[in-house]
C-alpha cells in the first residue's frame, strides 16, 4: 500500500497506540471497546464492495484471492484498522484487482473508478441503514434504550454511523492510494492521467505528510460531523421525532 518503509509505519502507529491507551480514562477505555465492531463492519463491507463491483466487471481477482467475503480479518489493514479504531478515518487492506479483465462495457479507466467508489459508497449506505436502526430504536424502543444492556447497542449503533461516514469520506480524498484518486483520474484528460501516474510518488508522500500531521483529521471532522447531523437529523423527521 505504501513505498513508505513499513517499520517506520509500524512504529509510528505503536507511538500513537501508546499515547492514547495512556491518556484514556475509563469512559473513554468503554467507549473505544464500542467503536470496534462498527470499525469491523466499516471495513469489512467496504473492501467487500470493491470486491464485488470487480467481479460484477468481469475480474475474477478478488474472488481467486478470498476477498468475497464479509470476515474482518480477510480485509483489516493493522494501520488502517488502527487509525479508524482512534481517530475516526483509516483503510482496510486493499482488494487487488486485474482492470484487463473487465468486461467490455466500461474502459479500464472507468471500471478502476466504479470499483473504487463502491467502497464509500458501501459506507454511506450502511451510515443511513444504521442511521434508520438509531432512529427506530429510539421511537419505538425508548425503554429498551435507556435501560444498561440498550445503551450499549444504541452506543455502538451510533459508533457504527461514524465509522462508515469517517472510512467513506477519508477514502474520497483524492491521493493516491485512496479510491478517490482512481475516481479523479477516470475524470481527467489524458495528459492529467500521465501526469498522475508521473508523480504518484509524491502524492503518496504529501498523502503520508496529511496523515502523520493530523491535517487529514482537520479536513475530515467539519464533514464527518455535518454529515452525521444531517442523517441524525433527517432520521428524526422520518420518524417523526
Known sequence: MFYADKRFIYLLLIVIVIMNLMSMNQLEWLALILTVPGVLIAISFHEFAHAFAATKLGDDTPGAQGRLNLNPFTHIDPIGF????????????????????????????????IVAAAGPIMNFILAIVFTLIYCALYKFAYGFVISQVGSIIFSMIQYTIVMNIGLGIFNLIPLPPLDGSKILVNFLPYRGRQWVYEHEQIFYIVFLVIWITGIAGHIISPALNLMYSGLIQLGLKIFGI
Open 82 to 113: 488502527v487509525m479508524l479504531l482512534f481517530v475516526g478515518f483509516g483503510w482496510g487492506r486493499p482488494v487487488e484487482i486485474n482492470p484487463r479483465n473487465f468486461n467490455r462495457k466500461y474502459s479500464q479507466t472507468a471500471g478502476e473508478a
